[in-house]
């Protein structure tokens, strides 16, 4: 990566106390651009790069500290920092040095880019660097600018890139400013400033040197937009795109020569690292000057347990060892199902795929057929070689062929010599609208047979019986009415074209696609980054919030959402989706029909009947002796106390005349529970029979099948099962139950 | 997993959870149930696809090929499943309690002992005619669910999905009065209560045997599992019994056989449940299950680090990753001689230093440090599952920007009533309208949120092997969108040169003319890798042979060569002239 320093020149002079600008609401002119130095600054800090330097300056300092001087017009200017790569202290500094002066300090803005430079010159030597100079100033201080020329030249011929942001000089501050008497004090030496710097910059761009000028303005508004360094890619395949076999018949092959480059990965998130905290007493003797911690080193160790199970006396099965071995000893191996088949390192030569480099055209497929859910990553663009005139040409045959007959080529490509192969697709490209015209082809991954698995899912137009039968309606299954709400909802909420988030057509000004590809940062991964350098900058900062910026497009457009929310309540009310209640959840029967027959149940349901049952009455203590009572009655005869107090509950709650019903369903399947549970209990006992238990459960089943929730009894059973398998006591009992018809409710 | 790759220094959302959960957490058990009788040893007629060289088929031996098949490949593609094959009506019983059932190959994760010993039943033909002999007093259906429960219950590992494949050609068993099919029902249905999916094989081999399910299986099976006029629903998918794999299957043809039971041995393996928001602010939520439907197989990271102990065995190593300065006794069993006392204290020691160990961000070469709580704040967006945020045509969908393989979304009822019915509307109109869906999704609790497109792909069916197949299931596929972060910078293409007509016309022609019918279909291209990597594994297992000639018979299969042949009769000559016109229009493009 190439190397490259950027000294920043820093207004500050007392005007920088004020507020020149209308957006920043009051704030004073240094407070606001400082969140841009700490993100711009920071970001540099926190690559880690030895090759990037950085360098301070400060313009209208109190003091005076630069190599020359003593020679004039370099009054009030300060090197704050010397072009350095900066560390985490240096960062942590950085709020300690960049603070205004008091009133009558004033220094030179071209001055300072004099000294900017100056400094890029002696620190870069005839090395290669970009050279990055960038000035922040609010055009309050003298602007001396006799002999920009000479500087002109010296950047242009160093190939200096300049930024000049200048604070409270877009159009909207100036308006602001007209209307405000108060701040008209400055305006006539800032709009001199102003003009002097525009002048300088057009100068310079005549004369060829980079320098920009931009109204600081601008950045404010982006803040929290991250800025992202576009990663070059560098080339991943160099070789022939082939139609034939080149080795054996040159003459009627297609080769063009190609480079691979990526074009979209996935990005990665920074991930966190482990450090080890200094203990507390070493804690105690430096608390102030306390280095920030470095990342933990690991260690790995290597260890085998021999399981010596095939010992004589069989009863000596468990006894293992483990030994710790070293890494160099380490051999390779697969398993072959359980067993493990070794390899010396001269063996795994065996497994390997001998493969030729190559990019080969297997066939072409219509881009209709694509299912574009196949595609893998990443995606590269496949281009001619810079300097081949003829390759260049012979690959737009082919992505011109490709684009006007609609297909798409399925390749098998092995970047290197003995690379593995893998299958892929070429997708023709061309750009023509853009800057500079482009013409690609796209290569994405493809699934072998062994990426793929076909599982079956059941259609979602029919519903099928076991025995066959095809329904074409069924509460699974969306009516006309649901399906035309959808289609209503769906076409409201349309996001492809929005200008400032209402509908538009392409023609419209400023019409784009919402949420469109490659234009959304990765909030994630902006605001991990923001608040690294956050806390980098004070230990203390909180986590900060996501910028709103950030979230553009993360809800839907609310424009949108309020025109389409007549449709959106229409779709709700005719999709009726109903968050499911524990125990609801399998119901199979017609959610309406279920809910209005429990609604029915819930309203005979005596209270009083059941409480007596009740496991959690409100009352303290009494509860817990409640349900022991009840564990102590399933003993022995207990099951047959058990079925009449149940059935006496049953009995209660389908004759008892209409009550309040709220809560009396979860009540229920309390009661339901915890029965189940002192059946579990039940096994424990000694002196519980096998006709206990099958008694019991019997008891329990016909509950749930008069009650209509079979369901509470299938979820059941599989607790019980899984109880009786515990013991061996209960080895028959199984078999017994099926026999005695105890398995699952047929619903 | 390489011993390398074990553990790293990341805090656990890291690493790709639904890939973690994916790979780890589903086992499957398959336990082959094969009858032996007088009538699944009768010769066959050869089919086309046997060689001359094989022994004489016999339903028997089509069943037991079939199952060392689905072995060989499960072992591949599922290192982690259990198989194996129980033999019900045999002279031999493994236990005297069941009489009439004995395990060819016991309920595990199959080992180079046991394929050797299947290849060799199958290979000789004294080994087969020692396991084969059928009993004269054959057990119960009843008994024979049991036996195969008892297999799954006292197998080591717990199997998230446990299956049972019955073969038989018996269609009228001779325990078949009503007491007999109530017992048989009872017990199957216990089998699915506990989450064993029975999934039958009924062979047919016409015109001397006809299998006919109504006689007796009808009756067990079915009920088992649902009520006849129940429907097929979401909760069935993974365990129902379905009118097709009740079609007897013809024996004369293998293919047929092995094909189905290649179609029916793959369950759906959902990673997540996850709630998906149709309308915002929660106003219309829906439950769906997300699939990995496409990964990258891998075979790097199926080695294994061993070391060759004293005794000769080479067995698998463990690394332990850990701090510098840190005791790595922490779990050692071994370490008994110390004293209670002792060890205890150490441990705390341990953990004290363990919990000095904080996590943050590298900033240059130093640590931000930050608390657990605030790291998964960051990453949070507040996105639950999948939140829709608006809709587009289908056409807009980015193609050439793929960074990241799809997931697969199909409703639950589960946790929200209705899911089924809303989830099919949408696709329905999705389907209809060619229409796209923008959303975000977090695939799971530790997953980083992403923007998506939302595709709705249809139910196709086709006729595969004379039997109706699912060949593209419907629902919805997830397909990441890029960040503005993820886009690299365009390479420095200068040349920007487009041909001109005649040039390209030619390759108009050439490229017309390879067009390859129903597009990519990835089923017929098999990883040449990683075939030849099984191959030569399963032959040093196995003792096979693997030299000139078998890798000339894989370079065969290989389908992913171009057939150079093929190319060169349909187009070489366009090729040739294509070349020369490129060569023209340069000539032409240098004297201009």
């Known amino acids: 990566m190439s190397k490259e320093t950027t000294v920043f020149v820093v207004d500050l002079g007392h005007a920088m106390t004020k507020s020149h600008m209308a957006v920043a609401n009051g704030k004073s002119d240094l407070e606001a651009s400082l969140p841009y130095l700490w993100d711009t600054i920071g970001a540099k800090v926190a690559s880690g790069r030895k090759t990037v330097y950085m360098g301070l300056v400060g313009v209208g300092t109190e003091e005076t500290r630069v190599d020359f001087g003593d020679s004039e017009g370099y009054e009030n200017i300060s090197v704050l920092y010397p072009i350095q790569q900066f560390l985490l202290p240096d960062f942590r500094n950085l709020p300690n040095v960049l603070v205004p002066s008091r009133e009558g300090f004033g220094g030179d803005i071209i001055s300072g880019i004099v000294v900017a430079l100056d400094m890029t010159l002696k620190f870069c030597r005839k090395q290669k660097f970009v050279k990055n100079i960038v000035l922040i100033t609010n055009c309050n201080s003298i602007a001396e600018f006799g002999d920009s020329m000479d500087i002109i030249d010296q950047l242009a011929n160093e190939g200096v890139i300049v930024k000049i942001l200048t604070i409270g000089t877009s159009q909207a501050t100036i308006a602001m400013k007209s209307e405000n008497s108060e701040a008209e004090e400055d305006s006539p030496l800032h709009f001199s400033n102003y003009a002097n710097l525009e002048a300088f910059a057009n100068n310079a761009v005549k004369r060829g040197a980079d320098v920009n000028i931009i109204p600081f303005e601008e950045i404010y508004l982006q803040y929290g937009r991250p800025e992202i360094r576009k990663v070059k890619s560098v080339a991943t395949y160099r070789g022939s795109l082939t139609l034939g076999n080149l080795n054996d018949n040159p003459e009627n092959t297609m080769a063009i020569d190609v480079e691979r480059y990526i074009y979209v990965q996935a990005a990665p998130i920074p991930s966190s690292k482990s450090y080890r905290e200094a203990t507390s007493d070493e804690n105690k003797q430096e608390e102030k000057e306390k280095p920030p911690p470095a990342p933990l080193e690991w260690d790995t160790k290597y260890f085998v347990t021999i399981d010596s199970e095939k010992t004589e006396d069989d009863k000596e099965t468990t006894k293992k060892e483990t030994i710790e071995v070293l890494k160099g000893d380490l051999q390779k191996g697969y398993k072959y199902g359980k067993s493990i088949v070794p390899f010396k390192d001269d063996e795994l030569d065996s497994l390997r795929y001998e493969s030729a480099q190559g990019m080969e055209i297997i066939g072409f497929i219509s881009m209709t057929e694509l299912k574009p859910w196949t595609l893998m990553s990443p995606s590269s663009f496949v281009i001619a070689p810079k300097k081949s005139p003829e390759s260049a040409l012979a690959l737009s045959s082919l992505i011109h062929a490709m684009r006007g007959a609609g297909l798409f080529a399925i390749v098998r490509l092995v970047k290197k010599k003995g690379d593995n192969p893998r299958m892929t697709i070429l997708i023709p490209y061309i750009d023509v609208e853009g800057n500079r015209k482009f013409e690609a082809l796209v290569e994405i991954d493809l699934p072998f047979a062994e990426d793929v698995r076909n599982y079956k899912f059941a259609s979602l137009d029919t519903v099928k019986t076991v025995k066959g039968k095809i329904l074409k309606q069924h509460h699974r299954l969306p009516t006309d009415e649901m399906v035309q709400s959808m289609r209503q909802f769906v076409n409201a909420m349309d996001i492809s074209c929005l200008a400032d988030g209402l509908p538009a057509t392409d023609d419209d000004d400023g019409a784009e696609e919402y949420a469109a590809p490659g234009a959304v940062y990765n909030p994630i991964k902006a605001r991990i980054n923001q608040a690294i350098l956050r806390r980098a900058l004070d230990p203390d900062t909180p986590v900060p919030k996501l910028p709103e910026i950030l979230l553009n497009d993360a809800v839907p457009p609310p424009y949108v959402v309020d025109t389409a929310s007549g449709l959106a309540e229409h779709l709700v009310e005719v999709m009726n989706v109903k968050k499911v209640e524990k125990y609801q959840s399998t119901k199979r029967t017609d959610y309406q029909e279920g809910k209005e027959e429990l609604k029915k149940k819930a309203a005979q349901l005596d209270l009083d009947a059941l409480l007596e049952y009740q496991p959690t009455s409100p009352n303290g203590d009494q509860p817990k002796e409640e349900h022991r009572s009840k564990r102590r009655r399933l003993n022995g005869e207990g099951s047959v106390r058990m079925r009449f107090d149940l059935e006496a509950a049953i009995k209660k709650w389908v004759e008892a005349p209409e009550s309040d019903g709220a809560g009396t369903q979860e009540r229920l399947i309390e009661i339901f529970e915890s029965t189940g549970e002192s059946i579990v209990s039940l096994l424990e006992d000694e002196k519980a029979s096998e006709q206990d238990v099958i008694d019991s459960v019997r008891v329990l089943r016909t509950l749930a099948s008069d009650m209509d929730e079979k369901e509470w009894y299938n979820h059941y059973l599989p607790k019980l099962l899984d109880a009786l398998r515990m013991t061996s006591r209960w080895k028959g009992i199984e078999q017994n139950m099926s026999q005695e018809d105890l398995g699952k409710l047929v619903l | ?592």
Not at chain 2, 310 to 322: A, E, F, L, M, T
Not at chain 2, 423 to 429: G, K, T, W
Request: a negative charge.
């Open chain 2, 1 to 592: 997993m390489n011993a390398e790759q074990a553990s790293g220094d990341s805090f656990p959302f890291d690493v790709d959870p639904l890939a973690e959960f994916d790979y780890k957490n589903h086992k499957c058990a398959i336990l082959f149930c094969i009858e032996v009788s007088p009538s699944m040893l009768m010769p066959l007629s050869k089919s086309r696809h046997d060689s001359d060289d094989d022994p004489a088929p016999t339903p028997l031996r089509r069943a037991l090929v079939a199952a060392y098949h689905v072995a060989q490949e499960r072992i591949i593609s599922n290192p982690n499943d259990a198989i194996g094959v129980m033999l019900f009506g045999t002279e031999h019983s493994d236990d005297p309690l069941n009489p009439g059932c004995s395990m060819l190959i016991d309920l595990d994760i199959p080992d180079v002992k046991g394929m050797k010993h299947l290849k060799e039943v199958l290979e000789y033909e004294d080994s087969f005619e020692e396991i084969a002999k059928p009993a004269t007093a054959p057990p119960t259906i009843r008994d024979v669910f049991f036996y195969a429960g008892h297999k799954f219950f006292s197998a080591k590992e717990n199997y998230t999905y446990r299956r049972l494949f019955l073969m038989t050609n018996t269609d009228l068993p001779p325990a078949n009065s009503k007491q007999d099919r109530s017992a048989a029902r009872t017990r199957a249905s216990d089998l699915f209560e506990t989450g064993i999916q029975i999934e039958p094989f009924f062979l047919s081999s016409p015109p001397d045997l006809i299998f006919d399910p109504s006689k007796f299986y009808e009756d067990v099976l079915f009920m088992s599992s649902l009520n006849t006029s129940d429907v097929i629903n979401e909760k069935h998918m993974m365990n129902e019994i379905s009118e097709e794999s009740m079609q007897p299957l013809l024996t004369s043809d293998r293919i047929i056989l092995e094909s189905n039971l290649k179609a029916r041995q793959v369950p759906q393996r959902a990673t997540i449940s996850m709630p998906m928001e149709i309308v915002s602010q929660g106003k219309l939520v829906i439950g769906v299950k997300l699939y990995i439907l496409y990964k990258q197989f891998k075979i790097f990271s199926r080695a294994e680090s061993l070391y060759m102990c004293d005794d000769g065995i080479s067995r698998v190593v463990r690394s332990k990753r850990k701090p510098v300065g840190s005791s790595f006794d922490e779990d050692d069993e071994s370490d008994s001689d110390r004293a209670a006392t002792a060890d205890s204290k150490s441990k705390e020691e341990e953990k004290s230093g363990e919990s000095a160990i904080k996590k943050g961000y590298l900033f240059g070469e130093q640590i931000i440090p930050f608390t657990s709580e605030e790291l998964r704040e960051l990453r949070s967006l507040n996105i639950k599952g999948i939140q829709i945020i608006g809709f587009k045509p289908a056409s807009m969908l980015p193609i050439h920007m793929i960074s990241k393989e799809s997931y697969f979304i199909y409703p639950s009822e589960e946790d929200y009533i209705g899911s089924i019915r809303t989830f099919a509307a949408l696709h329905r109109v999705m389907i209809e309208d060619n229409k796209m869906a923008v959303a975000w999704i977090k695939p799971g609790e530790n997953a980083s949120a992403m923007l998506c497109n939302i595709v709705a792909s249809k139910e196709i069916i086709e006729k595969v092997n004379k039997r109706e197949e699912q060949i593209q299931p419907p629902g919805m596929h997830v397909i990441r969108i890029p960040f503005y972060d993820d886009i690299r910078e365009r390479p420095d293409n200068s040349l920007y040169a487009p041909s001109g007509p005649a040039t390209t016309a030619i390759a108009s022609q050439v490229i017309n003319k390879l067009t390859l019918k129903g597009g990519y279909d990835p089923s017929r291209y098999k990883n040449p890798v990683v075939q030849r990597h099984y191959r030569v594994l399963q032959a040093r297992a196995l003792e096979e042979p693997f030299g000139e000639e078998e890798e000339e018979e894989m370079a065969k299969e290989d389908k992913t060569v171009p057939m150079y042949k093929a190319i060169d009769k349909k187009v070489g000559n366009l090729t040739a002239q294509w070349k020369e016109s490129v060569r023209n229009e340069i000539q032409g493009r240098v004297r201009k």
